[in-house]
């Protein structure tokens, strides 16, 4: 038998990604590594975009060191734990495309594409380790494909993505045919690439990605996972190693966490609840319900708490307002931080 990983070193060079392709967007805008670029598009993704932007406030170094080039085009995508992600340009192009990210630059949809390949990979792992269908021992291959290779991950998430149906059925025969076609683009032999969409189908495989796939619907996908929403302070300990959260309701605590972000260095975020306190704040051009937005500063003095929603907009300009500090603890539910 073939040894499973031979290909995959190769598909960095082999696959054709150039360095410079879908380089119409600059990895950095304008504006930098800061809060200020940081834009979310369509998804219902503003616990990564407000928390990127939050790290983004008080240690933009440690992004800029998240992305790396990577040797055979795109990037690399570096995390406190856990293996790096490959980014390829088309699908952070794919992303940008669809308006998944309006930030200024690429940087922040390079994250974004990372992140999620990453949450990807372990919900796909988990299914595997869960699984009653794929037998014991074929188990270890199947993780040690997913653990190792990028490139599986990429190939599985643009087949499924170009023929899921909105109710997120998947007809297997057709997801083979494109998971085979996306695995040669991506470097692999056909022979090597039948092996692999073979040994995925008859060991079981297809019925747990089909699972993933309906539970999740047509939002399905490395970038689309993320519209399933998520909780900030997974983010912190993917980029900065912990994050805590905490219910504002307790307000001893709070003013405390208020008083140590002043001081500097603590990434900080907070979620709006569901439904608004009151009937003037839900007409407030900023009031978003359940919505994270990141906090840009609290001012002991006037005792307000300034910021911004990551839609860069609402309110305008770039979705910063500050409010006072009575109005803030009424109006947010949870925060999370981490320094």
């Not at 219902?44 to 790290?55: E, L, M, R």
């Not at 899921?164 to 690439?193: F, I, N, Y």
């Amino acid at each position: 038998m073939m040894k499973p990983f031979a290909w995959m070193a190769a598909l960095l060079v082999a696959s054709g990604l150039a360095a410079g392709a879908g380089a119409a967007t600059p990895l950095y805008g304008a504006q930098g590594v800061s809060p200020q670029a940081v834009r979310q598009g369509t998804l219902g993704s503003c616990y990564f975009h407000a928390s990127v932007a939050a790290i983004a406030q008080v240690a933009p170094d440690v992004l800029r060191k998240a992305i790396s080039a990577n040797p055979g085009g795109g990037y690399q995508v570096h995390f406190i734990d856990g293996p790096s992600e490959i980014v390829f340009p088309e699908d952070v192009a794919f992303g940008r495309d669809n308006n998944y990210d309006r930030s200024d630059g690429a940087w922040v949809a390079v994250l974004m594409r990372g992140y999620a390949q990453r949450s990807l990979r372990q919900s796909l792992i988990d299914s595997i380790q869960k699984s009653d269908v794929i037998p014991v021992f074929t188990k270890p291959f199947a993780l040690s494909l997913l653990n190792g290779s990028s490139m599986m991950l990429v190939a599985y998430d643009r087949a499924v993505r170009s023929v899921v149906q909105q109710d997120g059925s998947l007809d297997r025969e057709t997801l083979k045919s494109h998971l085979a076609a996306q695995l040669t683009a991506l470097g692999a032999t056909a022979a090597e690439a039948q092996m692999l969409v073979g040994f995925l189908d008859e060991k079981g495989f297809f019925i747990e990605l089909a699972h993933s796939v309906q539970e999740n619907g047509e939002v399905f996908g490395a970038y689309k996972s993320l519209g399933m929403g998520g909780i900030p302070v997974r983010i912190f300990e993917a980029f900065m190693g912990k994050g805590y959260a905490a219910l504002v309701a307790d307000h001893t605590l709070t003013m405390k966490d208020l008083h140590r972000f002043r001081a500097g260095r603590m990434a900080l975020v907070a979620g709006s609840w569901g439904m608004p306190p009151n009937q003037s704040m839900g007409s407030a051009d900023w009031w978003v319900s359940a919505h994270c937005y990141t906090v840009l500063a609290y001012d002991d003095v006037a005792q307000t708490v300034t910021l911004r929603n990551p839609w860069g907009e609402r309110p305008d300009p770039n979705g910063v307002f500050t409010l006072p500090l009575a109005v803030f603890l009424q109006a947010y539910e949870s925060y999370t931080y981490s320094q």
